[in-house]
């Protein structure tokens, strides 16, 4: 039987982000689209999260789709080859499939086999959590490049009736190559959970139930006000943690890139850092609403591609959500 080639590099000092992709819904969904299931309205919508729009996928348009767009558009903006990925990272809470996972199908269909692929289940922390096991990848010698991927098509989860999470959400897919660098390019990261938490976003059954005919399809739920209240006063000490052992103040950022959770939440947190007037603060949300996974990337993606912010810039970059989970960086803008 033979052995299996080892795909070992030299080990680095730092790795960085290279580049970035991005997809979103192909429809625009207003607040008075679906307001009036929550017997609410564009006002109160708009006041509650600071959402105008959010992209949502047709139903002809998959997460996989998604995925695979945003994964190309940050290949070729990295000018590598797929074959040259040595992992390839998905983050995702709405891969239709328990098993087997988004990834192993990603990397096959940007042509990146035989990469180890493998998925991640941390909500809205995702990302942040794959571009911190990218970069152990990249210092280590394991793989010289990473695909890092946060996706979701929260659409198939929404139950139009909830008052508590339903009217935020949106679909969409971000994509970053991690690589080698020889200056510091991503942080040490700042990450964890709190699990005494764990329900307070989550789905309205399980599997179980629904196998047993006790429950409808799952669809996403949560308790709102411990969330704001966990993400803000909680939130703050990782984003400032992270500023600490990343060697930087907010003066030294280009931007701050969190969670588009919520506008309130999203202020909120830039108001008890005290950031800057020069500092951007993505607010995606309002046009995108909440991706969970995907939020991330999104906004970082879009403020390079607006221009509001350069490459090279140093920006902090967290997420936080279902689990409850949490995780941050601060990276150079690729």
């Not at 006041?47 to 949502?56: A, V």
């Not at 060697?247 to 850092?273: C, F, P, Y």
């Amino acid at each position: 039987m033979s052995q299996p080639t080892l795909n070992q590099y030299e080990t680095v000092k730092y790795s960085r982000i290279y580049s970035l992709g991005a997809a979103r819904g192909d429809l625009t969904v207003t607040n008075d689209d679906i307001a009036g299931p929550i017997d609410s309205s564009d006002e109160w919508i708009r006041q509650r999260t600071g959402i105008i729009t959010r992209r949502r996928a047709s139903k002809d348009l998959s997460l996989m789709d998604m995925a695979v767009s945003a994964s190309n558009e940050a290949i070729a903006k990295a000018g590598i080859d797929p074959s040259e990925i040595g992992a390839v990272i998905f983050s995702t809470i709405t891969h239709p499939h328990q098993t087997p996972s988004a990834a192993a199908l990603l990397a096959d269909k940007i042509g990146a086999n035989p990469a180890p692929a493998f998925d991640i289940s941390a909500a809205c922390a995702g990302y942040c959590y794959g571009i911190a096991q990218a970069d152990a990848l990249v210092r280590s010698g394991v793989a010289k490049y990473v695909l890092v991927v946060g996706g979701e098509k929260l659409s198939d989860f929404i139950d139009p009736t909830d008052r508590t999470i339903s009217f935020l959400l949106g679909d969409g897919a971000g994509a970053a190559i991690v690589g080698p660098s020889e200056t510091p390019g991503i942080s040490p990261t700042v990450w964890g959970s709190d699990g005494s938490h764990w329900d307070a976003v989550g789905m309205s059954a399980s599997l179980l139930e629904l196998r047993d005919g006790t429950a409808q399809w799952p669809t996403l739920r949560q308790e709102g006000l411990t969330v704001f209240k966990w993400a803000v006063w909680e939130m703050v000490k990782v984003a400032r943690q992270a500023l600490e052992v990343a060697g930087v103040t907010a003066d030294d950022l280009s931007a701050i890139v969190t969670h588009q959770a919520n506008i309130r939440i999203i202020d909120e947190l830039a108001k008890q850092l005290a950031v800057p007037e020069h500092v951007v603060v993505a607010r995606d949300i309002v046009y995108t609403g909440n991706t969970s996974a995907a939020s991330v990337p999104l906004a970082m993606h879009a403020l390079l591609e607006s221009g509001e912010v350069k490459s090279g810039g140093l920006a902090l970059q967290i997420g936080f959500g279902a689990g409850l989970a949490f995780g941050a960086q601060v990276v150079v803008l690729p």
